[in-house]
Nanobody
Framework: QVQLVESGGGSVQAGGSLRLSCAAS????????MGWFRQAPGKEPEFVTA????????NYADSVKGRFTISRDNAKNTVYLQMNSLKPEDTAVYSC????????????????WGQGTQVTVSS
């Protein structure tokens, strides 16, 4: 059974940093593209960032480009999201997802999803 478990969320002041982790089990992690998505209260889910199965390709939403960094450690079956210069508008539940495709930014093409972790940024 595939499980994706996020951790590292919390509350931080604007300008601060957080590092999210997503530990995967029940799949051959190195064969899966990984992504992070977020959903703020009252808003539609949105793409944040994705990384290819090998880690060689990444893509970021314009709203986080230059502030967030996605990375993965295939030996640890874990994907990370380093978030710097956080803004109040980054407040959301952040979820990681796994796709059988090598890489995609399309949420509908992700096969497995974690439960999410809350990130709250205060001004």
């Amino acid at each position: 059974q595939v499980q994706l478990v996020e951790s590292g969320g919390g509350s931080v002041q604007a300008g601060g940093s957080l590092r999210l982790s997503c530990a995967a089990s029940g799949l051959t992690f190195s064969n899966y593209g990984m992504g992070w998505f977020r959903q703020a209260p009252g808003k539609e889910p949105e793409f944040v960032t994705a990384i290819s199965s090998s880690g060689g390709i990444t893509n970021y939403a314009d709203s986080v480009k230059g502030r967030f960094t996605i990375s993965r450690d295939n030996a640890k079956n874990t994907v990370y999201l380093q978030m710097n210069s956080l803004k109040p508008e980054d407040t959301a539940v952040y979820s990681c997802a796994a796709t059988r495709r090598a890489f995609t930014i399309i949420s509908g093409l992700y096969n497995y999803w974690g439960q999410g972790t809350q990130v709250t940024v205060s001004s």
